[in-house]
C-alpha cells in the first residue's frame, strides 16, 4: 500500500523556521517527482514547491521564493521542506504528494498519492 507520511508542522512565531519531512512507506519515491501544496481555510490548495524524480529540476510558487528548500533523500525514501522566514500568509495544512513519472508538475490533479496533512501555524 503506497503512502506518505507527513511531520514537522506545528506553532512557530514570524520570522522562525520548520522543517517538514515526508517519508514514503510501500514504495520508492526514486521514480517520483514529488510536490508539497498547502491549503489555508477557505482557500483552494496551492502549489508550494516540486522536485523532480532526480532532483535536477525544482519549482517554488513566488510567494516562498528565497525563503523554502525543497529536497530529497531517497536512501531515506524522504523528502523535505525546510521553511524559513515564516509569515503568517503561510498559515496552512501542508501536504506531500507524488505522481509517477520524472518530470514536475505544479496542478494538484497531476498527483496520484497524498499524504494526510501537516498543520503550519505562523502567529506571535
Known amino acids: 500500500q503506497l503512502q506518505l507520511a507527513e511531520s514537522g508542522g506545528g506553532l512557530v512565531q514570524p520570522g522562525g523556521s520548520l522543517r517538514l519531512s515526508c517519508v514514503a512507506s510501500g514504495f520508492t519515491l526514486d521514480y517520483f517527482a514529488i510536490a508539497w501544496f498547502r491549503q489555508a481555510p477557505g482557500k483552494e490548495r496551492e502549489e508550494v514547491s516540486c522536485i523532480s524524480a532526480d532532483g535536477g529540476a525544482t519549482n517554488y510558487a513566488d510567494s516562498v521564493k528565497g525563503r523554502f528548500t525543497i529536497s530529497r533523500n531517497n536512501a531515506k525514501n524522504t523528502v523535505y521542506l525546510q521553511m524559513n522566514s515564516l509569515e503568517p500568509e503561510d498559515t496552512a495544512v501542508y501536504y506531500c504528494?507524488?505522481?509517477?513519472?520524472?518530470?514536475?508538475?505544479?496542478?494538484?490533479?497531476?498527483?496520484?498519492?497524498w499524504g494526510q496533512g501537516t498543520q503550519v501555524t505562523v502567529s506571535s
Open positions: 504528494a507524488v505522481k509517477a513519472g520524472w518530470t514536475i508538475a505544479t496542478t494538484p490533479n497531476e498527483y496520484d498519492t
